[in-house]
């Protein structure tokens, strides 16, 4: 039984890919590309350190729950952690719910070293994040060298990353807001944050 290193999860998302989706972000990652929007979960330092059984009975309870379709799979880089994410995959194939990793390594890195993964996804976005060739076309992608690999044909036909969209989910628990999904609507032409939450005390 292998364990994880994560940063957070989401038991329900509508915005990390179609349908409704459980979303899980590891901790960790050695690429180092410039301006990574994930910076906090770069450091190997164990954040949230489980077992994936564990990560499992949430996967689980997300479906009864909230109905998810899917996984999506992010970082920090996946692929550091591979046994650990080969017993998620696996768990999650068997739950029938499709999968999507994002990686910052090649498609052709890492099909003869991590074929068993690969076998049990449906799409890769694969390809380190480079700056100079910010992606504003495509829902999700950070740069325009990164690949959307269709493995299965679960999602033959949908181009639900192929639109220029921008979104984000809100979360407010206990006076506690967090915010996924992609910032840059949040901000204005010169970065400014447009986005604040006021309280009365």
């Known amino acids: ?38 910076q906090e979960m770069l450091s190997f330092d164990k954040k949230m350190f489980l077992p994936v059984s564990l990560l499992m009975e949430k996967i689980k309870e997300a479906k009864l729950k909230f109905l998810i379709e899917g996984i999506t799979i992010l970082g920090g880089e996946p692929f550091l952690q591979p046994d650990g994410l080969l017993e998620l995959v696996e768990g999650c194939k068997k739950l029938n719910l499709n999968i999507i990793i994002f990686s910052g390594y090649l498609y052709e890195n890492l099909e003869k070293q991590f074929f068993e993964i690969l076998a049990q996804i449906d799409i890769l976005i694969d390809g380190p994040f480079i700056a100079s060739k910010l992606d504003r076309n495509r829902r999700l992608i950070g740069s325009t060298n990164q690949r959307v690999i269709k493995i299965s044909d679960h999602f033959e036909g949908d181009d639900y990353f192929e639109k220029a969209v921008w979104e984000v989910d809100i979360h407010i628990k206990n006076s506690v807001a967090t915010i996924n999904g992609d910032g840059s609507i949040l901000e204005d032409d010169l970065g400014k944050n447009l986005f604040q939450i006021e309280s009365e005390n």
Do not use: H, Y
Request: hydrophobic content about 35%.
């Open 1 to 38: 039984m292998a364990n994880l290193n994560i940063n957070n999860f989401l038991m329900q998302t509508t915005i990390e890919g179609p349908g409704k989706r459980f979303a899980v972000w590891f901790q960790g990652c050695s690429i180092g590309c410039r301006d990574c929007s994930n």
